[in-house]
């Protein structure tokens, strides 16, 4: 494999399990010029474990956008550069966004050479709707700034996806289960590739419980997954269906889900909102 001169790659590396990295991620790191990585020191225990020996230089948080400006006058200069983080895809709740930003905005090409990463991997294996979903990455740590961002997704039909550190766990779990209630089913991906993988889904209270049971079950990397709000079509069962699709085909739309609202009990507004989608 050739490295493309004056390219930017963008290279996922392992979330736990050093199996995980790809045969194209091992030729571009030994490939190209030099390594911008998050933490040259973590990093370079991943590099000498592949026997990788290019030149690193640093690149996070409190460096980057000055960092990413060097970094794209060498890449327009055809030198080659690949970006890495600590674990998994860079960018995803890690530096890089800068970096990227100004590489495209000064035309330079940005391959991206995908990988692990937590978030992909925990919903896979969560067994919660993945055809919709939303990434919130790390929960703020005060109580009222972490309620203000559960808050506007409580109606979210989608599933939500959270990144969390052992230290929060818990609160963060208890937030949710305020917010959201605690019958919201929820999966916890824990050490995800690593000895104590652990997914366990419940509902959030039960989540809390499990939690509070086992210090064990605290300890490690986390993703907290939370089913979407359910959604009208889901809370209207198959009798009342039945029965708001006979009335449909004999009175209006209105008169159908008042009626069928009568006849089994089920809120007359989401019978009718159900019937708009049926018309739909
Ligand atoms: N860029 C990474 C990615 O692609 O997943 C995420 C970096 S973010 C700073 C680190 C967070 O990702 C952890 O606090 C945890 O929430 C999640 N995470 C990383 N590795 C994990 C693993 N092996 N199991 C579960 N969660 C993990």
């Given at each position: 494999?050739?490295?493309?001169?004056?390219?930017?790659?963008?290279v996922?590396?392992?979330?736990?399990?050093?199996?995980?990295?790809?045969?194209?991620?091992?030729?571009?790191l030994?490939?190209?010029?030099?390594?911008?990585?998050?933490?040259?020191r973590?990093?370079?225990?991943?590099l000498?474990?592949?026997?990788?020996?290019?030149?690193?230089?640093a690149?996070?948080?409190?460096?980057?956008?000055?960092?990413s400006?060097?970094?794209v006058?060498?890449l327009?200069a055809?030198?080659?550069?690949?970006?890495?983080?600590?674990?998994?895809?860079?960018?995803?709740?890690?530096?890089g966004?800068?970096?990227?930003?100004?590489?495209?905005a000064?035309?330079?090409q940005v391959?991206?050479?995908p990988?692990?990463?937590a978030?992909?991997?925990?919903l896979?294996?969560?067994g919660?709707?993945?055809d919709r979903?939303?990434?919130?990455?790390?929960?703020?740590?005060?109580?009222?700034a972490?309620?203000?961002?559960?808050?506007?997704?409580?109606?979210?039909?989608?599933?939500?996806?959270?990144y969390?550190?052992?230290?929060?766990?818990?609160?963060?779990?208890?937030?949710?289960?305020?917010?959201?209630?605690?019958?919201?089913?929820?999966?916890?991906?824990r050490?995800?590739?690593?000895?104590?993988?652990?997914?366990?889904g419940?509902?959030?209270?039960?989540?809390?419980n499990?939690?509070a049971?086992d210090?064990n079950?605290?300890?490690g990397?986390?993703v907290?997954?939370?089913?979407g709000?359910?959604?009208?079509?889901?809370?209207?069962?198959?009798e009342a269906?039945r029965?708001l699709?006979?009335?449909?085909?004999?009175?209006?739309?209105?008169q159908?889900?008042?009626?069928?609202?009568?006849?089994?009990?089920?809120?007359?507004?989401?019978?009718?909102q159900?019937?708009?989608?049926l018309?739909?």
């Amino acid at each position: 494999m050739s490295i493309i001169s004056g390219a930017l790659y963008v290279v996922a590396t392992p979330i736990g399990n050093l199996g995980d990295i790809s045969a194209r991620a091992l030729e571009v790191l030994h490939g190209v010029t030099v390594i911008a990585a998050e933490d040259t020191r973590h990093s370079g225990k991943l590099l000498h474990h592949f026997g990788i020996k290019t030149p690193t230089m640093a690149l996070h948080d409190h460096n980057e956008r000055v960092v990413s400006e060097s970094i794209v006058i060498r890449l327009q200069a055809g030198e080659t550069v690949a970006l890495v983080s600590d674990a998994g895809t860079p960018l995803i709740s890690d530096p890089g966004y800068h970096l990227v930003a100004q590489a495209r905005a000064a035309g330079c090409q940005v391959i991206p050479v995908p990988g692990a990463s937590a978030l992909l991997a925990a919903l896979s294996a969560s067994g919660l709707p993945s055809d919709r979903f939303t990434f919130e990455g790390f929960l703020p740590a005060k109580a009222g700034a972490r309620n203000a961002k559960l808050e506007p997704l409580r109606e979210d039909p989608r599933t939500l996806v959270f990144y969390e550190a052992p230290h929060r766990i818990e609160e963060s779990i208890a937030a949710m289960a305020g917010v959201f209630g605690g019958e919201r089913p929820a999966v916890i991906a824990r050490e995800l590739s690593k000895t104590f993988e652990t997914i366990h889904g419940d509902s959030l209270a039960g989540l809390s419980n499990w939690l509070a049971a086992d210090a064990n079950q605290r300890k490690g990397e986390f993703v907290v997954m939370v089913g979407g709000a359910p959604q009208a079509e889901q809370l209207v069962d198959a009798e009342a269906e039945r029965i708001l699709r006979l009335l449909l085909d004999e009175v209006s739309l209105k008169q159908a889900a008042a009626l069928a609202a009568k006849i089994t009990g089920v809120k007359k507004n989401l019978l009718y909102q159900f019937a708009l989608d049926l018309a739909r």
